[in-house]
């Protein structure tokens, strides 16, 4: 019996070693928007994809940092890197993690999605200027939650909000229910919302152009 323990015992080591030893090269993108991910103490997470090609929305927070890598905050980063599986023990089960650990990095530019985060004031659509005696429509836009708040001429408006490589989505959009006389421009401003577009922000504005490229959304910051 003892025999079979003291064997057991050498099979289990051989399996942990082989097991820790399964570091692999991949990989990802780090965002150059870090997102809250404890509210409780205000703590910030790193965003990252496993992918030769980052998606729009496909983003995962990562709660703890990468090897011998200091990202700055509002630069796209895409690394090369070690994997490796690890194993620790928590309360009474194992928990596994990734560690990952810098080779190279491959590329980095300026990430304009950070410069997306401030209130924005709706001050034309389809290039037609918006009567400015009435409240302005407005767009508060939070990238570290992926979420937006703001008004639409007659209701308050709120959902996610995604942005990649000058390329901005909304979605999950939920208004109130407001009785107003005239809603077709909001109604257009939803329904402009609700499509992909590309962004450009320059100047203290934000200018949003639908796929073929033609302005639909004028912003100017406000605050």
Not at 24 to 53: P, R
Not at 72 to 77: C, R, T, V
């Amino acid at each position: 019996m003892r025999i079979f323990y003291i064997i057991l015992s050498v099979l289990c080591l051989m399996a942990c070693k082989s097991y820790m030893n399964r570091t692999s090269e991949t990989i990802i993108w780090v965002s150059g928007v870090k997102v809250e991910c404890n509210s409780e103490t205000s703590e910030f997470c790193l965003q990252i994809q496993n992918a030769d090609t980052p998606q729009l929305g496909q983003w995962k927070t990562w709660n703890d940092s990468i090897v011998n890598f200091i990202p700055e905050i509002g630069y796209l980063y895409k690394l090369k890197v070690s994997s490796t599986p690890i194993r620790s023990k928590q309360s009474s089960s194992l928990h596994e993690s990734t560690q990952y650990k810098l080779i190279e990095v491959l590329e980095e530019k300026r990430d304009e999605t950070i410069l997306l985060n401030d209130i924005w004031g709706l001050s034309s659509i389809h290039g037609e200027l918006l009567n400015t005696s009435s409240k302005r429509p407005r767009l508060e836009l939070n990238l570290s939650k992926d979420q937006f708040l703001g008004f639409a001429f007659c209701n308050r408006i709120s959902g996610q909000v995604n942005a990649l490589n000058n390329v901005i989505q909304f979605s999950e959009i939920a208004t109130t229910k407001m009785a107003c006389k005239n809603l077709e421009y909001e109604t257009k401003f939803i329904e402009l919302l609700n499509e992909p577009m590309s962004f450009k922000i320059g100047k203290n504005q934000l200018i949003l152009f639908n796929t073929q490229k033609k302005e639909v959304l004028r912003f100017k910051k406000l605050d």
